[in-house]
Structure formats: C-alpha cells, structure tokens
C-alpha cells in the first residue's frame, strides 16, 4: 500500500476518517550520535548497544544521508517544529525562543484530526501549548527524580510536579511512564494519536539509570584512530578550539568532567577519560533502548503496533571522541550526522536502505503528510520524505544535491567557532568565520576565518583538509558556487553583516 493513497485532507479540515489515518510516534533522543546505534555500523555496533532501535530499522526504513542544520538542542529542536532553518525560524541559539504560534507542527496536526501530545525534554522556553497533553522538563532537567512542567491549574512556568523521591527515578524511565500512561488513558480514542516521547538522555553528563552502572564494566570501549592522530585536520596551531577527551583543551576536557586523576600521563589521562565517557553514554543509550522496548511492548499488545509509524530520531549527532573532540556543533560528520529510521509495515518495505540528502528541516512536511495534509504551509523551507519512502529509497530527480548547515553560537560553551558550510554525497566544505553576529550568548572572540574541505570518498573520518591542495581547486570553485547558490535560495545571505560578506567575495 502507498502512503499517497491514505493522504486525503488538508491542513485546514480534516475530512478522512480516522481508522483511515496511522497514529505517529516519534522518538527523539538528545545526542544520540548516529554511530552510537548498531544499525548504523561503525566501531560500537559490536557492543550491541541499541537492540531495539536495531529491530526499527530491521523492520522499516533506515536513512544513511540525514543531517541536522544546527548542532545544538533549542535550534535543533525550532527547526522540527517549523520545517526552517535557524536563520528563518529566528531560533539560532540556546538563548533564543519560538512562540507557540510558530509550533507548525503541532497546529497541523491538530488541524488533521490528531489527539496530540508532547512528552520529555522541551528545551524551547515557551509552553508547548498547541499540543492537546503535555508534560515536559523545565529547560535541560534533571536525570534522577525530574520535575516537569504540566498543563494545569497553575500557568507556565510554576505549573510543576516532581516524579520519583527516594527510589531515584531516572528521566528515561519517568517519560516512558508518562507516555505509556497518556496513551492507556487517551481523552479521544476515536482520533488518531501523535506523541512527541522525548528523551532526555544520553546528553551529558551521561548520568545512567542505577540498573547499568556495570553495563560493559570490564570491556574495553574501542577508540577512534583520530583520538590519537590528529592529520590534517583542522586548524594545526589551534589547540583550543574544540572541547576535547585528554588535556589538549586545557581550559575544559572530559577528563575534568569524568573526574581523572590529574597526576596520570598525558595519554593515560585520555585513555582513562575516553572509557568511562563512552561507557556512562552507552549506559544513558541502553536506558533509552530498554524504553522503546516498553512502548513496543504497549502498543504490540493494544494491536496498534503495525497502525502505527515509528520514527526514531535524535536532535543532532555528537563527537565520541573522534579528532578528540566531545560534545557537538562541529559540521563535522560525528556531530552533524542524525540517526533517522522509520517503521510502517503497511508502506515501507523492512530493510529499506536511503541514501538521498535529508535534513531535519524535511521532517515537519513529511510527518504532516503522514497525517493526511495536502497543502503544506508555505513557511516550511524541507520537503517532505514520502516521495522516497514510497519508492523503497528513490529520490525525486529534484532532490537536493547539497545539505546547508550554520552554527552561531561563537566560542560559547565548547569553544567552536562560529560556522557554516555545504555537504554533498561526497564532499564538504566550511568556512569558520568566528565573529558573534547578532547571535544570543555567542562570545565577542574573534578568529582568523580559515576553510576546510573534505573529499569524504577517499576520507570519510575527515582526516585531511584539502582546501590548499591544487588538485582540488576546481572542486573548490564549485563547491563555493553550490554554498553562495544555496544561501541565496534559502534566503541566508547575510546582507546584513558586511565583515561576513567580505570574507566570501
């Protein structure tokens, strides 16, 4: 069956009966790197660490190319909501907010005819209140015994309750209850549900539930080779930028966070820091595993489970120590890669493998597709993935050739430069402009702007940065071509900063 045949209503009215229309659960981590999930391969596929999401992508579609646009949690998570980019959502930082009015995705799915809710890690400041139930964290939450902020009596944000006390009740857990509770006990059963189920886990600091702490205790976590081999990578004279596993940031490093013994060698030092970094995130992964596994059980025995899409995403990817780097906001392929699998039996063949170029920006236009909307706001800047889906992995002859991304934050946090760049199937190209912008919390420190660009055909783990190199400049050329056109068409071209323009023309 096609997924075309069931889309029959539009975003104002909802006109298809609901038994005709799938119910969506979408799953959102936060910094769950692509690489840190066995289906996708890589180095930690052999600890096994997401046996569950392994079966999601086993029995539905798993996309290979899907990307985020700005690595960091409130613009990522702005850019779902909306179908934009951080320049047009006006969502460009942690410090920025985007106004319920502005929540595309949750109107048109209310407009569709859902039974709608938002469950878990919110992160966008303002009360998610164009979703029928929410329950969420306040900003970034807490791991053990969270309080979340309900719709209630009281009006945001003092509209709180406390779940757990003295057992430690972690967050995964917490959210699962919630949601499995929300849809046991749903208002309008006759409509179709949409659940937003989002952890907040494994973002940092990695603080696992009890049951795992001995999880892979006595196993040694495989390292990256570019945790020790640096190439030509980046900038050589710059040690500071980027937060690092071992001492090369001195000013912050997971050795801090981790609580190595200072006294330890240079390298022992790095080693220590990489193993139980690795070892608390795939902890805090395994937590989040083990509660898909519930919500799988629930709607297996409600016999909702085929009726259901299942969408399994996180808000952007993160560096597990790879060029020594932790954390995220790098356009490099660790940070800027998304995990993003799809099940629906009744549409999408088990086992389908997608390559096309897909970015989060895509993701509001598809789910509203799922859900029967026929004319997509105009203000959505992705497009939806139903096309692909349909054709077990066929992109439209249209499709884009290159993936836009853009990180404003300068120098905040973990010391990343203010950014942005193109990605093809085979070739990526950034220009590191460091300079604050107008952008909320970005740092006034300003850096030599310098270009990196990779051939990820021959170097995929971008080891070597071959802007300089005279066998590359026509690529060169064409790729600044494809970033100067993309800009322009997604109407990013600031006009505004004469500094920034500068350093292009």
Same mark, same amino acid.
């Given at each position: +069956?096609?997924?075309?045949?069931?889309?029959?209503?539009?975003?104002?009215?909802?006109?298809?009966?609901?038994?005709?229309?799938?119910?969506?659960?979408?799953?959102?981590?936060?910094?769950?790197?692509?690489?840190?999930?066995?289906?996708?391969?890589? =180095?930690?596929?052999?600890?096994?660490?997401?046996?569950?999401?392994?079966?999601?992508?086993?029995?539905?579609?798993?996309?290979?190319?899907? !990307?985020?646009?700005?690595?960091?949690c409130t613009p990522s998570r702005a850019s779902v909501l909306t179908g934009q980019y951080s320049h047009t959502s006006g969502v460009k930082t942690l410090s920025d907010k985007l106004p319920p009015e502005?929540?595309?995705?949750?109107?048109?799915?209310?407009?569709?005819?859902?039974?709608?809710?938002?469950?878990?890690?919110?992160?966008?400041?303002?009360?998610?209140?164009?979703?029928?139930?929410?329950?969420?964290?306040?900003?970034?939450?807490?791991? !053990?015994?969270? &309080?979340?902020?309900? =719709? @209630?009596?009281?009006?945001?944000?003092?509209?709180?309750?406390?779940?757990?006390?003295?057992?430690?009740?972690?967050?995964?857990?917490?959210?699962?209850?919630?949601?499995?509770?929300?849809?046991?006990?749903?208002?309008?059963?006759?409509?179709?549900?949409?659940?937003?189920?989002?952890?907040?886990?494994?973002?940092?600091?990695?603080?696992?539930?009890e049951r795992y702490d001995f999880l892979w205790e006595n196993t040694a976590i495989p390292e990256p080779e570019s945790l020790w081999v640096r190439g030509n990578h980046g900038p050589q004279d710059r040690?500071?930028?980027?937060?690092?596993?071992?001492? =090369?940031?001195?000013?912050?490093?997971?050795?801090?966070? +981790?609580?190595?013994?200072?006294?330890? &060698?240079?390298?022992?030092?790095?080693?220590?820091?990489?193993?139980?970094?690795?070892?608390?995130?795939?902890?805090?992964?395994? @937590?989040?595993?083990?509660?898909?596994?519930?919500?799988?059980?629930?709607?297996?025995?409600?016999?909702?489970?085929?009726?259901?899409?299942?969408?399994?995403?996180?808000?952007?990817?993160?560096?597990?120590?790879?060029?020594?780097?932790?954390?995220? =906001?790098?356009?490099?392929?660790?940070?800027?890669?998304?995990?993003?699998?799809?099940?629906?039996?009744?549409?999408?063949?088990?086992?389908?493998?997608?390559?096309?170029?897909?970015?989060?920006?895509?993701?509001?236009?598809?789910?509203?597709?799922?859900? @029967?909307? &026929?004319?997509?706001?105009?203000?959505?800047?992705?497009?939806?993935?139903?096309?692909?889906?349909?054709?077990?992995?066929?992109?439209?002859?249209?499709?884009?050739?290159?993936?836009?991304?853009?990180?404003?934050?300068?120098?905040?946090?973990?010391?990343?430069?203010?950014?942005?760049?193109?990605?093809?199937? &085979?070739?990526?190209?950034?220009?590191?402009?460091?300079?604050?912008?107008?952008?909320?919390?970005?740092?006034?420190?300003?850096?030599?702007?310098?270009?990196?660009?990779?051939?990820?055909?021959?170097?995929?783990?971008?080891?070597?940065?071959?802007?300089?190199?005279?066998?590359?400049?026509?690529?060169?050329?064409?790729?600044?071509?494809?970033?100067?056109?993309?800009?322009?068409?997604?109407?990013?071209?600031?006009?505004?900063?004469?500094?920034?323009?500068?350093?292009?023309?």
């Amino acid at each position: +069956m096609k997924i075309g045949l069931t889309l029959a209503i539009s975003f104002i009215a909802a006109t298809t009966q609901a038994a005709d229309k799938p119910n969506i659960l979408y799953i959102m981590s936060d910094d769950h790197a692509a690489h840190g999930i066995g289906a996708y391969g890589g =180095r930690l596929a052999a600890m096994n660490p997401t046996p569950t999401i392994d079966r999601l992508a086993q029995e539905g579609a798993i996309f290979r190319n899907a !990307f985020c646009i700005n690595s960091i949690c409130t613009p990522s998570r702005a850019s779902v909501l909306t179908g934009q980019y951080s320049h047009t959502s006006g969502v460009k930082t942690l410090s920025d907010k985007l106004p319920p009015e502005r929540h595309t995705l949750a109107h048109g799915m209310n407009a569709a005819g859902y039974e709608t809710a938002m469950i878990g890690k919110w992160h966008l400041k303002v009360e998610p209140s164009a979703f029928d139930f929410y329950t969420v964290l306040p900003g970034q939450g807490a791991y !053990f015994n969270p &309080t979340f902020r309900v =719709r @209630g009596p009281h009006s945001w944000p003092k509209n709180t309750i406390t779940v757990g006390g003295y057992d430690s009740k972690h967050s995964s857990d917490a959210i699962t209850d919630i949601s499995l509770k929300w849809l046991k006990n749903r208002k309008e059963k006759d409509k179709p549900f949409f659940l937003m189920h989002h952890f907040k886990a494994p973002h940092d600091n990695f603080e696992n539930a009890e049951r795992y702490d001995f999880l892979w205790e006595n196993t040694a976590i495989p390292e990256p080779e570019s945790l020790w081999v640096r190439g030509n990578h980046g900038p050589q004279d710059r040690d500071q930028y980027g937060t690092s596993v071992g001492k =090369r940031n001195s000013r912050r490093n997971m050795g801090d966070h +981790m609580f190595i013994d200072d006294a330890l &060698t240079t390298a022992e030092y790095k080693r220590e820091a990489y193993q139980r970094y690795l070892k608390k995130f795939l902890r805090c992964v395994r @937590g989040v595993d083990d509660n898909i596994a519930r919500l799988l059980k629930h709607l297996e025995k409600t016999g909702e489970l085929d009726n259901t899409v299942i969408i399994y995403t996180s808000d952007q990817g993160f560096m597990l120590g790879e060029h020594d780097y932790i954390d995220k =906001r790098w356009m490099y392929e660790e940070s800027l890669r998304m995990p993003l699998i799809i099940r629906y039996p009744k549409a999408i063949k088990a086992g389908t493998e997608i390559t096309a170029l897909v970015n989060e920006t895509d993701f509001a236009p598809s789910l509203l597709e799922l859900a @029967g909307v &026929t004319e997509i706001p105009d203000t959505i800047q992705g497009r939806s993935l139903i096309p692909i889906l349909e054709s077990g992995g066929q992109e439209p002859a249209d499709w884009r050739q290159a993936t836009y991304y853009r990180y404003w934050m300068n120098m905040t946090h973990h010391d990343n430069p203010a950014h942005y760049g193109i990605r093809t199937k &085979t070739h990526k190209l950034i220009l590191f402009y460091g300079l604050p912008l107008d952008a909320k919390g970005a740092l006034q420190d300003k850096i030599e702007p310098y270009w990196e660009l990779y051939d990820l055909q021959s170097d995929p783990h971008e080891m070597n940065n071959v802007y300089n190199n005279p066998a590359y400049t026509k690529i060169q050329k064409t790729l600044k071509t494809l970033l100067k056109e993309t800009k322009l068409k997604l109407g990013d071209t600031d006009e505004q900063y004469p500094a920034l323009k500068a350093l292009v023309n």
